[in-house]
């Protein structure tokens, strides 16, 4: 505070010619550090991590599959699940805590977003989604994973305990990663990395530029081929490998058929190209975004292509189609047999709204269970992790929610969220607004 009253005593210009000047600056000063520790005390910090078993007793506990222990009791510790159903063993020093009347789910998985990669698109400083060129399968997006960001406390609230942070641009944009939405640095909140090579399928309507990107990925594909093969043959005649590249390293999961590539196309025929090409390449698919999927469903069974649907809730993309031609789509894949989950909307400040798009895929024919699992443990499967999380079984970790009724009713609130087995604190940027504005109304 020293240079505050050697101001004083100066007096320059402004505060001279007001009476009350230094007060008003001193005033102005405690408004400002007030109103500074009220948002810093606000905001959301990491959840400890768990210290002691915890019980929660008296909820309808709901599995996979449909089944539901009603009135039971889950218990997790050390962030694993270890005992669920109606009266388990209850640990030495067990916290319990009572949820009776309430809802118990395995936390929400939102398999593609630009989540923690983005938080104001007009701020370029901002958002690191993307890298120049069109060829990037050496990118990693839980490098560029901002755990402070305002959207990741607002998508955890809501009940999403995983996202796949998802780079994009380009023709290969790079490895997807599983990230929890709680943690102070990237690596304590990486899931699981990389869960998918993101690709982007040129369009079939512009045949210059489709040529050009074909190319570009065959080359990719057959360079990677080359590089594997060198190296394999420096190893089997013992001899110095070839120097590292870190653009085919990260193909070669891919070629080995454990990553897979995550093919963003949308109409029958890009769907229909890019299905044809990873056949002939060898590669695992599955398909993004998918909006003419329904039409040609039956095909997509048959090669067993996974969906990631995003979103669910828009508009027809022709004149001739009906309103509901994306609200059915779910429906659609699930007649056919097609395996699929729920993406929700790509956008972080929309991350929060993943159940609403599962809700309107019910309200046109899906199943109610068939949306909870396209949005829990079928993107689980989806994103190979659901041996970690997407359904409440012991040995996997402890992301649950409690809700006060169906996730899928937009009423509904979500009263509890433990992210291997933290509990979170559940005060959003959203909440704090209301609050704040509540009180200028009262005020």
Known sequence: ????????????????????????????????????????????????????????????????????????????????????????????????????????????????????????????????????????????????????SEHIGVAAVHGITTAVAAPTGGIISGQAAAMRTDGWTWEQMTVKTPVGMMVNWPSMSNDETRKDAIEALNETMERAKRYRLSKEDAANRNVTPPPTDLRWE???????????????????????????????????????????????????????????????????????????????LPHQLHEAGVRFCIGGEVSAAGAYRLSHHAAAAVAFGLPQQQALEAITINAAKILGINHLTGSLEAGKFADIIVTNGNPLEIATRTEMVFIEGRQLDTTDKHRRLYERYMMKLDR
Not at 99 to 105: E, F, I, P, T, Y
Not at 278 to 295: F, H, I, K, P, W
Request: with cysteine.
């Open 250 to 328: 990260a193909m070669l999961p891919v070629l080995e058929g454990t990553l897979p590539l995550f093919i963003s196309a949308n109409t029958i025929s890009d769907i229909q190209a890019a299905m044809l090409w990873s056949e002939q390449q060898g590669v695992n698919m599955v398909l993004v975004g998918g909006r003419d999927a329904g039409y040609i469903a039956d095909q997509l069974a048959v090669k067993d292509i996974p969906v990631v649907v995003t979103p669910v809730i828009g508009g027809p993309a022709r004149a001739w189609e009906g309103y509901d031609r994306t609200y059915s």
């Open 1 to 148: 505070m020293k240079h505050i009253s050697e101001t004083n005593n100066k007096k320059p210009g402004w505060i001279a010619n007001t009476r009350l000047g230094g007060h008003r600056v001193a005033l102005s000063l405690a408004l400002v550090i007030t109103v500074f520790a009220f948002d810093q005390a606000a905001g959301q910090l990491p959840a400890p991590a768990q210290k002691t078993p915890i019980a929660l007793v008296g909820g309808d506990i709901y599995l996979e599959g449909g089944e539901v222990i009603a009135g039971g009791t889950i218990v997790f510790d050390q962030g694993k699940i270890v005992a669920l159903g109606q009266e388990p063993d209850l640990p030495e020093g067990c916290q319990m805590i009572d949820v009776s009347g309430k809802q118990v789910h395995p936390g929400l998985i939102l398999s593609r977003t630009s989540l923690g990669l983005t938080e104001i698109s007009r701020h370029a400083e901002s958002t690191d989604l993307s890298e120049i060129g069109p060829i990037n399968p050496n990118v990693r997006a839980q490098v560029a994973f901002h755990p402070a």
